[in-house]
């Protein structure tokens, strides 16, 4: 059976019925990590970062985007079927948001944690698929892990590069989502439907209102 090795991750096994436990027990670890630690009830997630706009080429950071809610959601450019699906589920998310009176503007962020591969071109030839308001972000190496860092993002290899360079990233599925004032306020999971996001951000977004944040 799969069982956790010393440093507590799953420890994959062989056959559909070991590789269906390895990603179940993978998913529920992932989305412990993305809770991280609780202050006050609330998870310890988000902080600064430094990376670049794919679209303008120039320099963006965590205040760039404030006065506007932001949705924010890590992967990469070839991954085949995972990060297409998420961003379609949001770009779902914004015509949710455009049809409701009254909701907030929204930043969806599509940060990249495969820097190695996902240069500005890259990910501009990969926008082109995508609702033009998602902007996708890059930097180097080192401000890449610094994001994902920030909000507790996991990410490893799944297996090793060849030649070709062609190799997967496993990761978190979730997608975050931050206030205004970079206050993180919410994560939604894979299992998570655009319409119970939208409904959670107009949710928040009524309830800051009222409160005068």
Do not use: M
Request: contains cysteine.
């Amino acid at each position: 059976y799969a069982a956790d090795d010393r440093r507590g991750r799953v420890a994959p096994a062989t056959g559909p019925r070991h590789r269906y436990y390895y990603e179940v027990e993978k998913t529920r670890r992932q989305e412990a990590a993305a809770k991280g630690q609780k202050t006050y009830g609330k998870p310890a997630l988000g902080g600064p970062w430094t990376l670049v706009d794919a679209a303008t080429g120039a320099p963006v950071t965590d205040a760039s985007y404030r006065g506007r809610y932001q949705l924010l959601y890590f992967g990469f450019t070839r991954c085949p079927d995972i990060c297409p699906a998420e961003l379609v589920k949001v770009v779902e998310v914004l015509a949710r948001l455009d049809a409701t009176d009254g909701a907030p503007d929204l930043a969806p962020l599509f940060v990249s944690l495969d820097p190695r591969r996902d240069s500005l071109r890259q990910l501009r030839a990969y926008a082109a698929d995508f609702d033009p308001r998602v902007s996708f972000l890059v930097g180097t190496p080192a401000q890449c892990k610094a994001a994902a860092k920030a909000y507790r993002v996991y990410s490893a290899l799944a297996d090793d590069p060849d030649e070709d360079e062609d190799y997967l990233i496993d990761h978190s599925i979730v997608l975050y989502f931050v206030a205004p004032d970079g206050e993180f306020l919410d994560f939604f999971t894979q299992a998570t439907p655009p319409a119970t996001i939208a409904t959670k951000i107009l949710e928040h977004h009524k309830n800051r209102s009222a409160a005068g944040t």
